[in-house]
C-alpha cells in the first residue's frame, strides 16, 4: 500500500509539554490533513492544510507544510492527558497517501 | 465540510457467514472510494479503490473473491466479507473523495468486525 511516512512512531511527555510529529510524503500534492484516533475508535479529522499554505493555527494545534520538503509539522501546544492518541496525516492529489501514524502517550 | 458514513458501527458474526459493510458520501458525490484495514495499534492498510461504475482495484495480497466491492451509485460503496473466519476481525474503514480529482480524501468513522 502507499503510505506517508511519519516520525516518531511513539512519543511520550509529560503533561503540559509540546508535543511534534512529522509527516513526509512522496508525490506532489493539493493538500494535508491530520487525523487523530483515539484506541479502538475511528479518525477524528483535525486540521487541512492546502498545498499554497505554510502554516495553519487551530485552537492548540499548529501545522506547517513545506512542499518543497515533501513534509508536514503537526505541533500540540500544552498538552493534556486527553490528547493521547495516534495521530495520522492523508494527503491528497494525484495519489493519496496515508500516514503510519505516531501514538501519543501524554502523561499527566 | 463533506461527510462520510458507515453501516454498521460495530457488528460482530459466527464464522462462515457473510458481512456487508456500507460507505456512504452524505454531502458530495464520490467517483472513488477507497477501503482501508486497520489492525490493532497498526497504521490503515489500503485494501481496494472502488471507483463508480467499473471494477474495483485491489491491492497485492488482498483476495478480491474474498472482499467484495461494489460501488453501484455516487455516493455508496459496499464491502462484502465473505465466508468471514476470525482472522478477518478487524477494524475496517473507508473513505471517499469528490468528483474533482484534486478532492480531499474524506474518511468514515470505521467499522469494528468480530468473528466469532
Given amino acids: 500500500s502507499q503510505q506517508g511516512e511519519e516520525d516518531p512512531q511513539a512519543l511520550s511527555i509529560q503533561e503540559g509539554e509540546n508535543a511534534t510529529m512529522n509527516c513526509s510524503y512522496k508525490t506532489s500534492i493539493n493538500n494535508l490533513q491530520w487525523y487523530r484516533q483515539n484506541s479502538g475508535r475511528g479518525l477524528v479529522h483535525l486540521i487541512l492544510i492546502r498545498s499554497n499554505e505554510r502554516e ?19 505541533l500540540i501546544t500544552a498538552s493534556r492527558a486527553a ?10 492529489g494525484n495519489q493519496f497517501y496515508f500516514g503510519t501514524g505516531t501514538s501519543l502517550t501524554v502523561i499527566p | 465540510g463533506a461527510v462520510v458514513s458507515q453501516h454498521p458501527s460495530r457488528v460482530i458474526c459466527k464464522s462462515g457467514t457473510s458481512v456487508k459493510i456500507e460507505c456512504r458520501s452524505l454531502d458530495f458525490q464520490a467517483t472513488t472510494m477507497f477501503w482501508y484495514r486497520q489492525f490493532p495499534k497498526k497504521s490503515l492498510m489500503l485494501m481496494a479503490t472502488s471507483n463508480e461504475g467499473s471494477k474495483a482495484t485491489y491491492e497485492q495480497g488482498v483476495e478480491k473473491d474474498k472482499f467484495l466491492i461494489n460501488h453501484a451509485s455516487l455516493t455508496l460503496s459496499t464491502l462484502t466479507v465473505t465466508s468471514a473466519h476470525p482472522e478477518d476481525s478487524s477494524f475496517y474503514i473507508c473513505s471517499a473523495v469528490g468528483l474533482s ?5 474524506y474518511f468514515g468513522p470505521g467499522t469494528r468486525l468480530t468473528v466469532l
Avoid: E, N, P
Fill in chain 1, 56 to 74: 495553519k493555527h487551530s485552537g492548540r494545534l499548529r501545522v506547517t507544510l513545506d512542499t518543497s520538503k515533501k513534509s508536514s509539522s503537526l
Fill in chain 1, 83 to 92: 490528547d493521547t492518541a495516534s495521530y495520522f496525516c492523508a494527503t491528497s
Fill in chain 2, 101 to 105: 480529482s484534486t478532492d480531499t480524501q
